[in-house]
């Protein structure tokens, strides 16, 4: 499975099997991922 998930990673997909070449406590945040935008100012009045 870990070799499946070397073979078939792609930057915007994440394989099942990543999980089990991560530590357990680790977070599985690539560092290639930009910030999410603001919210618009439409979007903070409710």
């Known amino acids: 499975a ?6 078939h990673a792609e930057k915007d997909l994440w394989h099942p099997a990543e999980s089990l070449i ?4 680790a977070r599985r945040v690539r ?5 999410a935008p603001p919210p ?5 009045q409710l």
């Open 2 to 7: 870990a070799s499946s998930a070397r073979i």
């Open 22 to 25: 991560w530590p357990w406590d």
């Open 31 to 35: 560092r290639d991922n930009e910030p």
């Open 40 to 44: 618009s100012a439409d979007a903070l």
